[in-house]
């Protein structure tokens, strides 16, 4: 079955009315069925005035006996509405004149809304209110509500979705045999249920969405989901690629020159990568590793793979700082082994980016790394074989396919010091293959967190002055680089006059996005030679800046920042083997997420576990960034309340492709439409 649908087939004529239904993401008839209510209000159920139950959502009745415009102590409507000897008070502050019709005297009404205790007695303040006539019955289920836009009324939204019920078909996508082994409703049934639910269903039920036909609907977008990225995942192995064989001469030569040895992970990916490489499709594998688990070392050994199996290499980093660490490190490694290296950064100067340029579309250089500078027109590879994206989750899909672009399907391996729960990896990421380093290389010594309030801001930079003098390097970060009254927030411009000052005997250095490449690269290289003790810095750092010496960092305003970006910050100490501390300055009042997230940050040290924590407080959309635009977001599903759910999404989904293929086709027809063409990447 074939449930696709345009635009077009949505029971509206009016163009006004289609852009409300546009905002609130309904583009066709199916959507306008997947318009689940928020919440549901029983009208089906009347309380006499004196048995209604105080801070509850009740519907009463009587005749008005009362109304007046006030004026005291604001122009308001005040009512009075009598049934037998018990009377309620009603009062709206915002009124219109058809208001005021409805409560002339002698009319019977029936009024929704929430009973207490008033001023006079029992009130209720803006009910909802239907005068009542012979012909007026209760509602036989309750009544749903719901997300709704300016222009757009619940009565018309109710009659527009019962108008798209009518007239669609809602049988079943899935085989009853799927669904009787994991107990599950009929999906026609269910989205009749949750929009005109019976009164004897339990609201909590519905409203915790932990009713049968809540799971069936979460279960069906997440089959969605799984067979969406599966089959991304499967069509892939259609194209081909290169394939990459290597002897491994290159990397015994670049591991025998380094001071270090790989972890068992770290040999685990990298054999997993060959492997990728070696085959006749593009690899496209996530590898993930928490801050300093040696992601860099891995990303050169599968470079220098592409490159003795004859090919180019790339390697794109989001921000130059981080893409300069990358090029000058790997430069310095791959050197020795003969190895041209090109730098493309949107700063080069127009002689220079031309140089380099050249020596990429000439095959001179092996190994090209830069900014997005990469994936532009006119850069141009002989043959790249493989493309490194490092802190993928800053790219937009665009962007990658952009670089992918350069070769004909070259592999792709994508890196990620921000890990990501199992749960997101098994939804989200399901198109990928995914390889993890879990492991930290010998040597490193744990790092101590502190939280310390504003108001000792003295002592720390006393400890600051202590740390220095014992001959240790120090960051001190700051969220701004400019005033912004709003946020109040101190600079980094500020911080670092006020430190110069206060720490007169040390080196105190600046780096800040704004500063050219040039400028930044200099106060870097200072500081890794211990030229600048104390280095003040915005965010900028987050990422790759690795200065063995630096055991201390001050993180100010820390209640601002997001846990992965503490996580990330924290990871620039602890690199050597004396101890490391990381004090998180945060002012004061803090919010309940602010203190949430310090909670997790200072308890925590394992980049999984703050990534989960991580994903619940925020949730899947803040945390996935720039790759939601090539993924359908979950509206219904909870991935971390549903994982049974999610495991069997995922068994059912591999099952369907493999024996119901057209099954399949027409269940992802359903939920997604058109928007299939988004998880081609």
């Keep these: 079955m074939n449930t696709s649908s345009t635009p077009t087939d949505l029971p509206v004529t009016s163009a006004a009315v289609l852009q409300r239904l546009a905002k609130l993401g309904i583009h066709r008839r199916f959507d306008l069925i997947l318009h689940l209510p928020l919440r549901y209000e029983d009208e089906t159920h009347l309380y006499p005035i004196a048995d209604a139950p105080l801070g509850e959502t009740v519907l009463v009745e009587g005749e008005v006996t009362h109304h007046e415009i006030s004026y005291r102590p604001r122009r308001q409507l005040v009512c009075q509405v009598r049934e037998g000897e018990s009377v309620l008070h009603v009062r709206f502050l915002n009124f219109y004149p058809s208001q005021v019709k409805q409560f002339a005297v002698g009319n019977r009404v029936r009024l929704l809304g929430e009973i207490r205790h008033g001023f006079f007695g029992a009130e209720m303040v803006h009910p909802k209110v239907r005068v009542v006539t012979d012909g007026t019955s209760l509602a036989e289920a309750l009544t749903p509500v719901y997300p709704t836009t300016a222009g757009l009324t619940q009565p018309s939204l109710r009659k527009l979705i019962a108008s798209a019920m009518g007239t669609s078909e809602l049988s079943d996508t899935l085989p009853s045999a799927t669904l009787d082994a994991l107990n599950l409703p009929a999906f026609d049934g269910s989205v009749r249920l949750l929009h005109n639910p019976p009164p004897d269903v339990p609201q909590r039920a519905l409203t915790e969405r932990e009713h049968p036909a809540w799971q069936r609907l979460k279960f069906d977008e997440l089959l969605a989901q799984q067979l969406s990225m599966r089959t991304a995942y499967r069509a892939r192995r259609d194209k ?21 040895g790989l972890t068992g992970a770290q ?30 070392i891995v990303a050169a050994l599968a470079a220098l793979h592409a490159i003795e199996a004859g090919y180019q290499a790339a390697l794109m980093a989001p921000t130059e700082i981080l893409a300069e660490q990358h090029f000058l490190k790997l430069s310095a490694w791959l050197a020795p082994l003969g190895i041209e290296v090109a730098w493309l950064a949107g700063s080069l100067r127009k002689s220079e980016k031309s140089k380099q340029l050249d020596r990429v579309a000439s095959g001179e250089a092996k190994l090209a790394i830069g900014t997005h500078a990469l994936f532009q027109e006119q850069v141009t590879f002989e043959q790249l074989g493989l493309a490194i994206v490092d802190e993928q989750h800053r790219f937009g899909v665009h962007q990658r396919l952009a670089l992918r672009a350069k070769g004909h399907s070259p592999h792709q391996l994508m890196m990620s010091a921000t890990p990501i729960p199992r749960t997101l990896s098994m939804s989200y990421y399901a198109d990928l293959d995914v390889s993890v380093i879990d492991e930290l290389p010998p040597g490193r010594t744990p790092i101590v967190t502190k939280l310390v309030s504003e108001a000792r801001r003295d002592e720390i930079i006393e400890r600051v002055r202590m740390k220095c003098q014992e001959g240790r390097q120090a960051y001190w970060v700051c969220p701004l680089i400019e005033e912004s009254e709003a946020l109040q927030l101190q600079t980094a411009l500020d911080t670092h006059a006020v430190l110069s000052e206060s720490l007169a005997e040390l080196k105190v250095g600046l780096v800040h996005g704004r500063m050219k490449a040039a400028e930044k690269a200099a106060v870097m290289a200072a500081f890794k030679a211990n030229e600048i003790h104390l280095l003040v810095a915005t965010t900028v750092i987050e990422v790759g800046v690795d ?103 995922q068994a059912t989904a591999e099952r369907l492709l493999d024996q119901a293929p057209s099954v399949a086709t027409a269940h992802l027809s359903r939920w997604l439409g058109s928007k299939t063409d988004l998880l081609k990447v």
């Design 240 to 260: 081909s690629a290169p394939v990459l064989t290597s002897p491994g001469t290159l990397a015994r030569q670049l591991l025998a020159g380094l001071p270090f």
């Design 267 to 296: 040999q685990r990916v990298l054999t997993e990568i060959s492997q990728d490489l070696a085959r006749p499709y593009p690899m496209q594998r996530l590898l993930q590793g928490d801050v300093g688990s040696g992601k860099t």
């Design 547 to 649: 200065v063995p010496n630096a055991s201390l960092m001050v993180i100010e305003h820390a209640e601002r920042m997001g846990l992965s970006q503490l996580h990330q910050l924290r990871g620039r100490v602890g690199r050597g083997a004396a101890e490391s501390t990381c004090i998180l300055l945060y002012t004061t009042p803090l919010s309940d997420t602010a203190k949430a997230r310090l909670k997790v940050i200072y308890e925590n040290t394992d980049g999984f576990e703050i990534a989960r924590q991580d994903l619940h407080l925020r949730g899947p959309g803040e945390f996935l960034g720039a790759r939601q635009s090539g993924a359908p977001m979950l509206r219904f599903a909870d991935l971390e309340k549903d994982v049974e759910l999610l495991e069997a999404a």
